[in-house]
């Protein structure tokens, strides 16, 4: 019984939501080496699924909260995080960092704001192509 308890606990109540990313070449919008979407707001113990619907992607975190885990997955490699320190991941994919394959997780309160703020300018100089995407994506990171 107690065990039952605690299955029917971990499937309805303490799991996270999931959400999906997509690694695309190109998105609806035109928008080419992309994730889609690039900005997610979650809350803490949710996760995301990298998902490679296109070829020759993966992800890297650059920029992460104090005390959290940096990730890297495998090249085209479905993959899942679970995000257990509140604030701001900035991720890229590797290969296409130069045009802007990159991507913003918030969870929770964006504690490492003033970080990320610093961190932008510098990830943004090294763009080739799609300048301004990451300043554009911060945009939504909610106060
Ligand atoms: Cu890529």
Redesign the pocket.
Known sequence: MKRLLFVLLCVFGLEGKNYEVK?LDIDEKGET?VFDPAFLHIEVGDSVTFVPTHK???VQSKVIPEGAKHFLSELDEEVTYTFDTEGIYIYV?P??QMMS?VGIIQVGKPTNLKKVKEAIPKLERRAMTNKGRLSEYAKQIKE
Do not use: G, V
Request: net charge neutral; charged share 0%; hydrophobic share 35%.
């Open positions: 690694m080496m020759s992607h993966y994919c290969p296409h394959m």
